[in-house]
């Protein structure tokens, strides 16, 4: 078994930032990329940013210059530093990890959501 358990989310006015964290824990032997996806009422999911075991980041046009991914490879934790927040900006955050159990199953998990709001 392995959890996904975001925090950091939370009312904002625009301009403002926001940090949100998920940890990965359980039978875990290697968390590979982990990411960050949105999704606005009434929209698709969206990718946000990505970053591989490595460091290797990717991030949506929307975001790029204003959010910064990081990992803790040695606590299996990803952050989203998002400054500069915009209303646009407004949805509910999953964290999205690549986990190798101790069983050697790859497999996509998720967290449970945390909401980020932006007042304009």
């Known amino acids: 078994q392995v959890q996904l358990v975001e925090s950091g989310g939370g009312l904002v006015q625009t301009g403002g930032s926001l940090r949100l964290s998920c940890a990965a824990s359980?039978?875990?032997?290697?968390?590979?990329?982990m990411g960050w996806y949105r999704q606005a009422p009434g929209k698709q999911r969206e990718l946000v940013a990505t970053?591989?075991?490595?460091?290797?980041?990717n991030y949506a046009d929307s975001v790029k210059g204003r959010f910064t991914i990081s990992r803790d490879n040695a606590k299996n934790t990803v952050y989203l530093q998002m400054n500069s927040l915009k209303p646009e900006d407004t949805a509910v955050y999953y964290c999205?990890?690549?986990?190798?159990?101790?069983?050697?199953?790859?497999?996509?998990?998720w967290g449970q959501g945390t909401q980020v709001t932006v007042s304009s």
């Open positions: 999205n990890a690549q986990v190798v159990d101790l069983r050697w199953r790859q497999r996509d998990y």
């Open positions: 359980g039978s875990i032997f290697r968390v590979n990329a």
């Open positions: 970053i591989t075991s490595g460091g290797s980041t």
